[in-house]
């Protein structure tokens, strides 16, 4: 098969969304699955709706595009606010949009109205990250003006934390989200359905606190990588190694460990110093920084990643490793981004047939041993 190339195994992120779903249904929580980190590819998308997610979302509208191009049928949600100029795309393609800017209401309700729909609009608040949406004690004006304005109706509030400076989500910040649709609601005399509270990140929030009035969640990360960004350790009963990057070994020479020569900036910065460690099996792979993030790879046994350039991977392995041979790599979301980005990384979607009984949906699960299904792995 071709390298680098990308292994999906769709099995693993339909189970990864069944055991989140069942998880959040408990709490009343829904889940909307987020395909940006894949590109939205359809094929992932249809695992995760046979993992039961009630909606996909993505940032980028040309995903939800090739999401709806692929006859998916499941409601959209565009997560990132729409220019004024891709208003009519976003109706076209999306139920939902997120929206912090009222320029971006009016494009969006003129869209809708020539369209003839009825867009529905997610007004972001800002709690603390310090990334989009508006501030708290802008939310009712801005709620007001959505509710006058045509062809657009306020589906309900959202927010996002710790993207932007890792503010944690907690009982302070989606007890305010809670409180703030409460108050919405009794001065606009309108239910708000939907509040977003945020994305995998509110994972350890969602299992702990009761959940107000959040009741859905955007979750990518957490069922693609199976891990906890705020973290990045497993969750305990997910699937962390959905993916896998395999890379063919263009050269393995013996080499000193130390550079030869005065030294200045290497292609990428000021390299990190290598202290002289005799000689070496070095191994290059067939890939760089144009396709990956290197520290976000995570080599097998007995392989370490030395330096990467924008097209060599440099490593040490414990043996000569002949040109061909095929290494296989675990990933972390950095990485995982920068690969389903490059067009030199080919993709290689598979399904395992036997399902490990443990994560099935049903019969109801039995008690796992943890008290917390988020308990940390040992
Ligand atoms: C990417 C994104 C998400 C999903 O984040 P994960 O950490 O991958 O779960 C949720 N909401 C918004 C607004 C996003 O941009």
Redesign the pocket.
């Known amino acids: 098969m071709t390298c680098p190339r990308i292994e999906i195994d769709l099995t693993k992120i339909e189970e990864n969304a069944r055991t989140l779903v069942t998880l959040l249904s408990g709490r009343g929580i829904d889940v909307t699955g987020?395909t940006?980190?894949t590109l939205g590819s359809p094929e992932v998308a249809k695992a995760m709706i046979a993992g039961g997610v009630v909606r996909l979302?993505d940032?980028r509208l040309e995903n939800l595009e090739a999401l709806r191009d692929a006859g998916i049928q499941a409601p959209l949600t565009l997560?990132?606010s729409p220019t004024p100029d891709q208003a009519d795309r976003t109706v076209a393609c999306a139920s939902l949009s997120?929206v912090s800017e009222r320029d971006v209401v009016e494009a969006l309700s003129g869209a809708a109205g020539r369209r003839g729909v009825v867009h529905g609009l997610v007004l972001m608040v800002e709690l603390g990250d310090l990334r989009e949406g508006v501030l708290p004690e802008n939310a009712l004006d801005f709620a007001r003006h959505i509710s006058l304005t045509p062809h657009v109706a306020l589906a309900g509030l959202g927010t996002?934390l710790a993207?932007r400076a890792g503010v944690v989500p907690s009982a302070d910040n989606m007890g305010e989200l809670s409180a703030l649709v409460n108050r919405l609601e009794s001065e606009l005399g309108q239910h708000l359905s939907l509040v977003s509270g945020?994305?995998?990140?509110n994972l350890a929030w969602a299992i702990a606190a009761p959940a107000g009035r959040i009741n859905d969640l955007?979750?990518?990360?957490?069922i693609l990588l199976g891990c906890d960004?705020l973290t990045r350790i497993p969750l305990n009963g997910l699937h962390a190694d959905a993916f896998t990057l395999v890379v063919s070994v263009i050269e393995s020479l013996a080499k000193p460990t130390a550079p030869r020569g005065a030294t200045g900036e290497a292609a990428f910065g000021v390299p990190t110093q290598t202290g002289e460690r005799g000689t070496i099996i070095q191994t290059i792979a067939a890939i760089g920084r144009q396709d990956v993030d290197p520290d976000g790879l995570a080599p097998p046994q007995g392989i370490s990643v030395l330096a990467a350039s924008s097209d060599h991977l440099v490593l040490e392995s414990q043996h000569h490793l002949p040109p061909g041979t095929e290494i296989h790599f675990g990933l972390d979301?950095s990485a995982l981004l920068r690969v389903m980005t490059s067009p030199f990384v080919a993709t290689a979607l598979f399904a395992t047939t036997c399902l490990p009984t443990l994560i099935r949906p049903s019969p109801p699960p039995v008690p796992p041993p943890s008290p917390s299904p988020f308990a940390t792995r040992p």
């Not at 955007?218 to 957490?222: A, F, Q, T």
């Open positions: 987020v940006k980190a979302g940032s997560l990132r997120q996002n993207c945020g994305n995998s990140a955007r979750l990518g990360e957490s960004p979301y």
